[in-house]
């Protein structure tokens, strides 16, 4: 069976590839699509859903509820502001998997709270853009239960 996926990502994900390579690496994020796109294959119809914007986010993830099967989502620095994103995700009943490119817990104090991985089925941080391959596999399998 052929999955829908959104691979939604937040603010300054977009700067991918020029970001602080030395935490981000130097993949943009075209380039993680692209590598996707090639390990979805045949399972998954993958959409991807970038913006700096709050309210975008929150769009995105209702619309998800009816045209995806999951998400993998990077929220950037949301993941340590936002309960509007963690409603979201609490609201619309489809499986969500927490990314992160950087290995979150052993940077900044800041960064070490997520208002989201209580909601999400699981959190996927620190294997730079590898972490989006093991968010999307793990997602996949989670789906065929
Ligand atoms: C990030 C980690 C966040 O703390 C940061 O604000 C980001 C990127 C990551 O992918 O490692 O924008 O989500």
Redesign the pocket.
Same mark, same amino acid.
């Given at each position: 069976m052929t999955r829908k996926i959104l691979i939604l990502n937040?603010?300054? %994900?977009n700067l991918l590839g020029t970001r602080e390579p030395e #935490?981000?690496g130097t993949a943009t994020l075209d380039d993680i699509v692209a590598g996707l796109v090639i390990t979805a294959g045949e399972r998954a119809e993958l959409r991807h859903v970038q913006s700096n914007n709050e309210g975008e986010l929150i769009e995105a993830i209702h619309q998800a509820r009816d045209t995806s099967d999951g998400i993998v989502f990077?929220? +950037?620095? $949301? !993941?340590?502001t936002s309960i509007a994103l963690r409603d979201a995700v609490s609201g619309v009943e489809i499986p969500v998997v927490e !990314?992160? %490119?950087?290995? #979150?817990h052993a &940077?900044?104090e $800041? &960064?070490h709270t997520s208002y989201l991985t209580a909601v999400c089925v699981g959190v996927v941080? +620190?294997f730079g853009a590898n972490?989006y391959t093991l968010a999307l596999e793990a997602l996949l399998a989670h789906l065929d239960g």
């Open positions: 937040g603010p300054n %994900l #935490v981000y990077n929220p +950037g620095a $949301f !993941t340590h !990314t992160h %490119l950087s290995n #979150v &940077r900044e $800041f &960064r941080a +620190g972490s």
